[in-house]
């Protein structure tokens, strides 16, 4: 944000006032044109063409959540980006996943995380998963303008309670309509061939490896469904970003511990191309 100094260099009155602790409100009084959802845009005829991202998956295990987002990034039929990164860490206990406006959607994440720093900083303490799910929820919908222009961002937020010691997802639409989602969830346009997979494969009991495994098989469904997804590239080396969130915090998968995972479920594949079959019960 540009700010108007005086007296010598010095922060403007607004920087040494003490105020809400939402930098997003703070940015809404004194420089509200830097929003994204602000920003006039040109007059368009349609929907404008941009970048979008994909499916993102979350599911939750015996201790945590698992969040994952394939890699793909397509602009009308063409592929725009094979290597786009969609789930990305909100804090220490919580990560969220984009669908839909790539750049927007990065935009907007990386005004979620300094909405979170600058509300542990000013009150010295951290939002409740529930309070972080509200404040994602009201960002969104200062996007609806854009968002009827074609310019949707739709993510998916994950993180760790630590009030009620377990995982949580959170879903949302457009307008910033918020749901807590129980077990599994998926967003973007493979998201309705992601969710049969996780649907079927889906435990309470699932280990953190387990989890992850079934995360890429229902990437690796969507893309076999939905031309927009991309699945497991072993010619490039490019896999899916699988986050996890325990009680010990948020942490990403190493790529060597994707790939390898990745490789066992296309092996898996050559023996049943449609995948593992829900257990009978």
Do not use: C
């Not at 602009?75 to 919580?94: L, T, W």
């Not at 994440?109 to 929820?137: I, M, P």
């Not at 998968?253 to 490789?263: F, K, N």
């Amino acid at each position: 944000m540009t700010a108007n100094f005086r007296d010598g260099g010095r922060l403007p009155a607004a920087f040494l006032t003490p105020g809400s602790s939402s930098f997003l409100d703070f940015l809404s009084d004194h420089a509200p044109e830097q929003l994204p959802g602000n920003r006039p845009l040109p007059p368009v005829k349609g929907p404008v063409e941009a970048p979008h991202g994909t499916t993102i998956v979350a599911l939750t295990f015996d201790g945590g959540v698992v969040l994952a987002g394939d890699r793909r990034a397509t602009m009308g039929h063409m592929i725009a980006q094979r290597d786009i990164e969609k789930v990305f860490p909100a804090d220490e206990y919580s990560a969220v996943g984009i669908a839909g406006t790539a750049g927007l959607a990065v935009e907007l994440v990386k005004l979620f995380q300094l909405e979170l720093e600058h509300f542990e900083k000013v009150e010295g303490d951290t939002l409740s998963l529930e309070g972080k799910a509200n404040r994602l929820s009201a960002m969104i919908r200062g996007n609806l303008g854009m968002a009827m222009q074609g310019l949707a961002v739709i993510p998916l937020f994950a993180g760790w309670d630590v009030e009620r010691s377990r995982g949580r997802i959170f879903s949302y639409d457009v307008t910033g309509g918020r749901s807590e989602e129980h077990g599994f969830a998926a967003v973007g346009s493979g998201s309705i061939f992601a969710r049969g997979a996780l649907k079927k494969l889906h435990r309470e009991d699932l280990t953190e490896e387990r989890a992850a495994t079934v995360a890429i098989q229902a990437l690796y469904d969507a893309a076999d469904d939905d031309s927009a997804t991309g699945g497991p590239d072993l010619t490039r080396r490019i896999f899916p970003i699988i986050s996890v969130i325990t009680g010990d915090g948020h942490r990403r998968l190493p790529e060597a511990e994707v790939s390898e995972l990745a490789r066992a479920v296309l092996d898996g594949r050559l023996q049943l191309p449609n995948g593992p079959q829900a257990p009978v019960l």
